[in-house]
């Protein structure tokens, strides 16, 4: 049976929900079906194409460790049949009380398809800690 | 006077050539001039608005650091008004001969404006050196 999300905001909570609960299937319900799927891990090339995309999550959700995410919303963008969501994801891993990796952030964009609104695009990228990167980092400012 | 984009490639030779220029005003020229706008550079949090982006690349044009950057296309989405252009760039910094950083992943958004093709959204991310990743990463496919 296929999952239609009605908004962009049902297929990212999908996404994130799917990613918690490490429910390949569910990730593959959120996606959209075809070739111009890309999908951005933090810190890795760009992974083209729904079969190579949902391989990556294959490999993300079988390993053994729980993961939780929380996320904090920034920038929301619809125009015609695409939405863009910028937010902030933070990432827990393992058992409780461990400290959280910093947050990352990441670009979802959404298409409405003949299915609902899918997932067309995820990119993720962690901020890093302070006096690490090698490009000039302006000041934070929003 | 305005600049007019009439391609969202246009707008991204712009947008690249203003970089190794370190050419403020045609950076103006390439993005929209709204709050939507957003801007993520490796490994930092995201920027928001037309202001405070521009801010982002006053300081870093400013830089004494001369620098290029050379383009590898990955996926291109074009749906009504928006186009999605997801790219390697590999930027060299300083004197000739220096190694240059490793390839970056860069998500470019263009939306369709009144003033032609203008740069919305665009989130930078480097790759990592092998191994120095806290993320589970699934083996590079495409």
Redesign the interface.
């Known amino acids: 049976m296929t999952t239609m999300y009605a908004t962009p905001q049902d297929a990212e909570d999908a996404f994130y929900d799917a990613f918690e609960d490490a429910d390949l299937e569910r990730m593959r319900s959120v996606w959209a079906d075809d070739d ?1 799927v ?1 999908c ?10 729904q079969k ?1 995309v949902m ?3 294959q ?2 959700l079988g ?1 053994d ?1 729980k993961m939780g995410v929380t996320i904090r919303h ?2 929301w ?1 619809e ?4 939405a ?1 969501h ?1 937010l ?1 994801q933070q ?1 827990t ?1 393992g058992a409780a009380g461990q400290p959280p ?1 910093p947050p990352m ?1 990441a ?1 979802n ?1 959404y ?1 409405r398809t003949d299915q609902g609104w899918r997932l ?2 995820h ?6 800690p302070p006096l ?11």
Chains 1, 2 share one sequence.
């Open positions: 111009s890309t951005i891990h933090p810190m890795s090339p760009a992974i083209m194409g190579a391989e990556s999550w490999y993300i390993s460790a920034g920038q963008i125009h015609g049949d695409l863009i910028i902030e990432v891993q990796m952030v670009t964009i298409r067309l695009v990119h993720a990228s962690p901020p890093p690490q990167s090698d490009m000039p980092i302006p000041p934070a400012s929003s």
